[in-house]
């Protein structure tokens, strides 16, 4: 029997000493874990995925909806926003031209892109639209709320991966409910693909609200069913220009006659 054990004494010599060896090659096999730069990279990319794809539901949205809107220094304003199941849309702002004192509609149909004046205080004309120009053409800046922006157009720029953007989880603005997220343009041209802000998503894409610069946008309720298209406000002419966003420039006394002259 001593002369059976001996042999195993010398086999496991070797293979004592392969051990650590085989132990370090499988340990230097592993990847190396990712340095923090790289987990920041990773996050960013992931936050821009998710926001691309909450916008491109919300391209596929289709709903009637109201939003409140508060801007600082002025009382909030409902706006109602249709997205209509044939891909046109409408944007109903009170206050939104002649500096607040007109109500105007924003829509764009297969006919092209339109500004309706609505009756209001300041402006107690019946309603009556404007052709802008084609369905995809930029609203002249001397006429346009920008309210609308968040709702329509500026959905492209987020689901478009070459848009310089940067883009981060954020916490939402009080008031507003869904998935968050910041957005900053990385370009510096002066003419930035949209508003800095945070940007906010319910997870079957309806915009629940947007902060920016400009005011704060809020889902004021659930939305309903959205319409076949959309109707203008009203007919369209060709004997008037689109309302502008700024007040009218105030008279000048100077330019009246004086009085007792004729």
Known sequence: MPALIR????????????LPALLTACTSAQPPSPTPTETGAVEVEAARDELAALA???????LVA??????????????????????????????????GAADVSMAATADGLFQCALPSAGRPESASCVR????????????????????????????????????????????VTGTCYSVESTSASLNA???????????????????????TLRLAAPPGPAPATVQLAGPVVVD???????????????DSPSAGTS
């Open 66 to 99: 109201q939003y409140v809107y508060s801007r600082t220094g002025q009382p909030d304003r409902t706006i109602v926003f249709t997205s209509a199941n044939d891909g046109s849309w409408r944007v109903d702002v009170p206050g939104g031209a002649l500096g």
């Open 132 to 175: 802008l120009g084609d369905r995809d053409d930029a609203i002249p800046r001397r006429s346009d709320p920008r309210i609308q922006h968040p709702l329509t157009d500026w959905l492209d720029v987020l689901t478009d991966r070459r848009a310089p953007l940067a883009v981060a989880p954020a916490s939402a603005p009080e008031g």
């Open 7 to 18: 042999p195993t004494g010398r086999v496991l010599g070797p293979l004592v000493i392969a």
């Open 240 to 254: 008037r220009d689109p309302l502008d966003t700024a007040a009218p420039p105030t008279p000048d006394p100077s």
């Open 193 to 215: 693909p949209l508003d800095v802000g945070i940007y906010c998503y319910d997870q079957d894409g309806t915009p629940t609200g947007v902060r920016t610069g400009s005011g």
């Open 56 to 62: 491109a539901a919300a391209q596929d949205r289709h």
